[in-house]
């Protein structure tokens, strides 16, 4: 969302820098320490999103540095926390292995981004440590081992527990920053987006979750003008204000984590406010007679990743385009029919695994939006 950051009084909330950009940090400035035999008071590097951070080093010893974790203006569970990055440089040119240490997660089970029996770090973080060490060691071989003193206990107070993460917390990030989540000042920055594209008089949008949705939603449908704008958790505040602007149509795409939640009559979908993924997507494929034991299976599932590998294997990919439709009629209901809403259910890769009626002729009109 661009304006997660803007009060309506002209005052900002402070952002802060994920778990992610703290290990890509730390590893940079544990090997700068190596390479120039004095550790750096700041490290700098660049996040996903192209924003520049230079993070302030805590130094251990040589190949041994840390980041504290700073949330900005909307602390997290990882708040505080200390998370270092020990390297050790092999004697050769080659890889850069990664590991994780005291505090860091390794995964058990299928569906999460990284595979049973690696390291919590997300691909995103993975791709900025090993990057950002390598712009400092050149060719050379290495191993780098994050840890996080305390993360173990830390994890307790997130959601690893439930989705098979053991022995501590998760390296995460996509873009690198951490945006400030003060419900009101969100409201009030869907609000002034929404304002933006009525005074251009627009009547139709399409709708992302986030940055990675939205990616994925102009990947897909190959739309580039100004007309996509992403709404967080608050779907549900959008469609409100979408109504009251009087919008007309709407293209509302997303990963089936974040969709399967509307389909349930969930309009804010983060993952401490609601869920009923299981529940609508086993509801329509009992509707849809599909076998009693694979409906077992969807239910069981311990993430949505799980859950698409189960359709696909199963040839139920017709189920999609099901809660496609479903998803889209829940959003007309909420906005009492005034405006006409498409649903398109998209993976990561950009990858459309089904659609709703509309979606194709919406898409069509965008792709024509400046």
């Given at each position: 969302?661009?304006?997660?950051?803007?009060?309506?009084?002209?005052?900002?909330?402070?952002?802060?820098?994920?778990?992610?950009?703290?290990?890509?940090?730390a590893?940079?400035?544990?090997?700068?320490?190596?390479?120039?035999?004095?550790?750096?008071?700041?490290?700098e590097?660049?996040?996903?999103?192209?924003?520049?951070l230079?993070?302030?080093?805590?130094?251990?010893?040589?190949?041994?540095?840390?980041?504290?974790?700073?949330?900005?203006?909307?602390?997290?569970?990882?708040?505080?926390?200390?998370?270092?990055?020990?390297?050790?440089?092999?004697?050769?040119e080659g890889?850069?292995?990664?590991?994780?240490?005291?505090?860091?997660?390794?995964?058990?089970?299928?569906?999460?981004?990284?595979?049973?029996?690696?390291?919590?770090?997300?691909?995103?973080?993975?791709?900025?440590?090993?990057?950002?060490?390598?712009?400092?060691?050149?060719?050379?071989?290495?191993?780098?081992?994050?840890?996080?003193?305390?993360?173990?206990?830390?994890?307790?107070?997130t959601?690893?527990?439930?989705?098979?993460?053991?022995?501590?917390?998760?390296?995460?990030?996509?873009?690198?920053?951490?945006?400030?989540?003060?419900?009101?000042?969100?409201?009030d920055?869907?609000?002034?987006?929404?304002?933006t594209?009525?005074?251009?008089?627009?009547?139709?949008?399409?709708?992302?979750?986030?940055?990675?949705?939205?990616?994925?939603?102009?990947?897909?449908?190959?739309?580039?003008?100004?007309?996509?704008m992403?709404?967080?958790?608050?779907?549900?505040?959008?469609?409100?204000?979408?109504?009251r602007?009087?919008?007309?149509?709407?293209?509302?795409?997303?990963?089936?984590?974040?969709?399967?939640?509307?389909?349930?009559?969930?309009?804010?979908?983060?993952?401490?406010?609601?869920?009923?993924?299981?529940?609508?997507?086993?509801?329509?494929?009992?509707?849809?007679?599909v076998?009693?034991?694979?409906?077992?299976?969807?239910?069981?599932?311990?993430?949505?990743?799980v859950?698409?590998?189960?359709?696909?294997?199963?040839?139920?990919?017709?189920?999609?385009?099901?809660?496609?439709?479903?998803?889209?009629?829940?959003?007309?209901?909420?906005?009492?029919?005034?405006?006409?809403?498409?649903?398109?259910?998209?993976?990561?890769?950009?990858?459309?695994?089904?659609?709703?009626?509309?979606?194709?002729?919406?898409?069509?009109?965008?792709?024509?939006?400046?």
């Amino acid at each position: 969302m661009r304006f997660f950051m803007e009060l309506l009084n002209g005052n900002r909330l402070r952002e802060g820098y994920t778990t992610g950009s703290c290990a890509a940090a730390a590893a940079k400035a544990a090997a700068q320490w190596l390479t120039e035999g004095i550790a750096p008071e700041f490290s700098e590097i660049v996040t996903p999103s192209g924003r520049v951070l230079s993070l302030e080093v805590v130094p251990i010893e040589p190949g041994f540095c840390g980041i504290v974790k700073d949330s900005g203006d909307d602390p997290d569970a990882t708040n505080g926390m200390t998370v270092r990055a020990r390297v050790v440089l092999g004697e050769s040119e080659g890889e850069i292995t990664l590991a994780a240490g005291e505090g860091v997660g390794t995964v058990t089970l299928p569906g999460l981004k990284a595979a049973p029996g690696e390291p919590a770090i997300n691909p995103v973080p993975r791709q900025m440590i090993l990057t950002a060490v390598r712009e400092v060691i050149g060719k050379r071989s290495a191993m780098v081992t994050i840890s996080v003193p305390g993360g173990e206990e830390r994890a307790k107070k997130t959601f690893n527990p439930r989705l098979g993460v053991t022995g501590g917390i998760s390296i995460l990030g996509t873009s690198g920053i951490v945006r400030p989540m003060n419900e009101q000042s969100i409201f009030d920055s869907l609000t002034l987006e929404l304002n933006t594209h009525a005074a251009q008089g627009r009547k139709i949008l399409a709708v992302s979750f986030g940055n990675t949705g939205e990616e994925s939603l102009r990947k897909a449908y190959a739309i580039e003008g100004r007309c996509v704008m992403q709404s967080g958790n608050y779907i549900g505040y959008l469609l409100d204000e979408a109504v009251r602007m009087q919008f007309k149509r709407i293209l509302l795409c997303g990963h089936p984590g974040k969709l399967l939640k509307v389909a349930a009559g969930t309009f804010n979908t983060h993952n401490r406010t609601g869920d009923g993924r299981k529940e609508a997507l086993c509801t329509q494929a009992a509707l849809a007679s599909v076998k009693t034991e694979i409906i077992k299976q969807l239910y069981k599932s311990s993430t949505t990743e799980v859950a698409m590998k189960v359709i696909k294997e199963n040839g139920l990919d017709f189920l999609w385009n099901t809660m496609a439709e479903v998803t889209a009629q829940r959003c007309v209901d909420r906005a009492f029919g005034e405006i006409e809403i498409a649903a398109s259910y998209i993976d990561n890769n950009g990858e459309i695994l089904g659609f709703s009626l509309k979606a194709e002729e919406f898409a069509e009109e965008l792709r024509h939006e400046k």
